[in-house]
């Protein structure tokens, strides 16, 4: 089955470039605000669309001084700050390529960050980095011998320059087809694997997707969702940011811990849009006093997108329950399926119509990989839509021989569309596995039905934890450091928890000595070092006794197998 | 008092966080610093002191600055409470 939408008039023209836009923002609206900053205290600092430019100008300029050249990368490893956002244009009005990183959390372990720092350095081999100065020296001691990147800017006394010459500024110069950005995920194979993406694919993204959510001037996005990931990127950033949409911005580290501030800001700004992986509704419905609600009023919010990692209805009833005494209507309720290679959205559901949810027969999904309808609950699973393609993108579900498959039966999405990834920047063998024939293998499963996608799964064992992907051989490699824990014995994967709305870690490892003291502590060790060296929190670290772990025929850990058989002995409590 | 108020944070952390009820965590072991109580915690042992000890603990305070060991958040608490 393929599905395509019909093609949409362009909002940008298929020439545009972000410095152009930008410039264009800076001449004809200098004194509309485009970002409103929250601090941890919920006091706001607007950024002009003139602020915005002469911040990133003056970014710009000092990067010419560094020596940058056109098409170089600059890494940025900064706190969610205006400096992030204008270092962030500063890179392309100088015609560099910008990619931020996660910033280093008190938690993480620097020895680990620092590796992750240089895995990245060896293959994106970027000329400039810009941080803090507290963050100098961890920046130097990564860069090892290579002595890459060359230049590390301080993102402070960064002047602001006295005659605007910008006119001359290589971004603007920039053609359609280059590079603008380079996203990663995390973890050592995620940031071996940067998504580089051009400026028309950007723009050909935004044209589609403002277009199926029915964009306005009227909308006002709000977003706590970190900039180092799609969601947070493009539907958290770029999207308002370039198309004059106003942005109410707050650092996932003050959202984490103060859920509410998301509502208050919501009813605050009167926001409109806002984009939510599934867990984040389960949070927000399960942690937020009532005291910390009063006078909030969501009336404006006309939806709430959940993407990024697999959706529940379960956790978008939570959400509406707890939320609809404050105004939220069920309508907001809205859904999307979204990659990086894809610069983000590939579909959209809500937004004209209810979120299509299905009971699908459970024993027919599994064992013969079709979604057959069911009236019996008790034996059917809840399915929602991730809605249908944005225009200008088609999407197919194939075989492991590349063959159509027809309505509700399961296999491997592919998509194909005017905004892909020009490629994983210099992995130019990955990129060319990832595409057959002009389609991208996305690795994800699902199915069609009358239009609508469902996604079911994922091909690779890839564990997607509050909406980030975290790849478990990252993780096992890990676990094989901490002593009595062997490589090959030891297993990486997640299991969904219904309470939290998300994949929870878990590691299970075969040591030799088992008296309880040497179990308890290898348990302890294991949990302590992945959670200091890596983004997630280890949830359950699980020791068992030698030939406890099942293996394929040819001596491989059988990562399925063993979270089947970890399910069915231990099954975790929510 | 002190000692009720870390004998039931212990419980508490070691039960509904970690979801391992065997393991012991020391009075003056780092509990955010070291990543053992993760982010997405915080917020519900926030709660859990409201709740328990009716110490209210502002999102502004939840890091390793404001309190990182049991001994520092019972003293936090019993200041408060």
Avoid at chain 1, 89 to 117: C, H, N, V, W
Wanted: aromatic residues 8%.
């Amino acid at each position: 089955m393929q599905v395509s939408a019909p093609n949409s008039p362009p909002a940008f023209s298929p020439q545009e470039t972000v410095s152009r836009v930008l410039l264009r923002d800076y001449q004809q609206t200098p004194d509309t605000v485009s970002v409103y900053l929250l601090d941890s205290r919920q006091h706001d600092s607007p950024i002009t669309y003139r602020n915005l430019f002469e911040r990133s100008l003056a970014f710009a300029l000092r990067l010419e001084q560094a020596g940058i050249q056109p098409g170089a990368v600059v890494i940025l490893i900064l706190p969610h700050s205006a400096d992030l956002i204008c270092a962030f244009f500063g890179a392309i009005l100088a015609g560099a390529i910008p990619s931020i990183m996660p910033f280093l959390t008190e938690k993480l372990s620097p020895d680990q960050y620092r590796s992750s720092l240089s895995a990245l350095f060896e293959i994106t081999r970027p000329a400039v980095t810009i941080t803090y100065p507290e963050f100098l020296e961890e920046v130097l001691r990564a860069r090892g011998e290579q002595r890459l990147p060359k230049e590390i800017i301080v993102a402070e006394n960064i002047p602001t320059p006295l005659d605007n010459d910008f006119q001359r500024l290589p971004g603007l110069l920039a053609d359609p087809d280059h590079i603008v950005l380079l996203q990663h995920s995390s973890g050592t194979t995620g940031l071996q694997k940067g998504v580089a993406l051009s400026h028309r694919s950007v723009f050909n993204q935004l044209n589609s997707y403002s277009r199926a959510i029915r964009i306005t001037s009227e909308d006002v996005i709000v977003s706590w969702l970190p900039l180092y990931h799609d969601m947070g990127l493009i539907a958290g950033f770029l999207m308002p940011i370039l198309m004059r949409i106003p942005l109410v911005l707050m650092s996932p580290f003050d959202w984490v811990r103060a859920p509410a501030r998301l509502l208050r800001a919501i009813s605050d700004h009167r926001g409109t849009l806002c984009w939510l992986p599934n867990f984040a509704y389960n949070f927000c419905a399960q942690k937020i006093r009532d005291r910390d609600l009063e006078g909030v009023d969501l009336s404006s919010w006309r939806a709430v997108i959940n993407c990024s990692e697999p959706m529940h209805w379960s956790s978008h009833q939570m959400f509406l329950e707890r939320f609809s005494p404050y105004g939220l209507r069920p309508q907001a309720l809205a859904t999307s399926y979204a990659m990086a290679e894809n610069v983000f959205a590939v579909t959209q559901g809500g937004i004209t119509s209810p979120v299509v949810v299905e009971n699908i027969h459970q024993r027919a999904l599994f064992d013969n990989q079709r979604a057959e309808l069911s009236n019996d609950a008790d034996l059917s699973i809840e399915m929602v839509s991730a809605g249908q393609p944005i225009a200008n993108t088609s999407l197919r579900v194939i075989d492991s021989n590349g063959k159509l498959l027809p309505d509700r039966q399961i296999g491997e999405i592919a998509i194909r569309s005017d905004c892909l990834l020009t490629g994983y920047y210099n992995r130019p063998d990955l990129t060319e596995k990832a595409f057959i024939d002009g389609w991208y293998q996305t690795g994800d499963l699902g199915y069609l039905a009358n239009g609508e996608l469902f996604v079911t799964g994922r091909k690779k064992d890839l564990i997607i934890v509050g909406g980030k992907n975290i790849y478990p051989q990252d993780l096992e490699r890990l676990a094989s450091d901490v002593e009595g824990v062997h490589p090959g014995r030891v297993v990486a994967f997640g299991v969904f928890n219904e309470a939290a709305g998300t994949e929870e870690v878990v590691i299970v490892a075969e040591v030799d000595d088992l008296q309880p003291g040497i179990r308890q502590l290898t348990a302890d060790k294991l949990r302590q070092h992945i959670t200091r060296n890596s983004d997630i929190a280890l949830r359950y670290a699980h020791i068992v006794e030698h030939g406890w772990l099942l293996k394929t025929s040819s001596g491989k850990i059988a990562r399925a197998a063993n979270r089947d058989k970890f399910i069915a002995e231990i099954k975790p409590t929510a | 008092m002190q000692q009720e108020i870390i004998q039931t944070l212990i419980t508490y952390i070691t039960t509904q966080i970690l979801k391992q009820p065997g393991r012991q965590i020391a009075p003056a072991e780092a509990l955010i610093s070291s990543g053992l109580i993760d982010s997405f915690s915080l917020v519900d042992l926030a709660l859990f002191i409201e709740d328990n000890f009716g110490a209210h603990i502002d999102d502004t305070e939840l890091n390793a600055d404001t309190f990182d060991t049991l001994e520092q958040l019972a003293a936090l608490i019993q200041g408060r409470q």
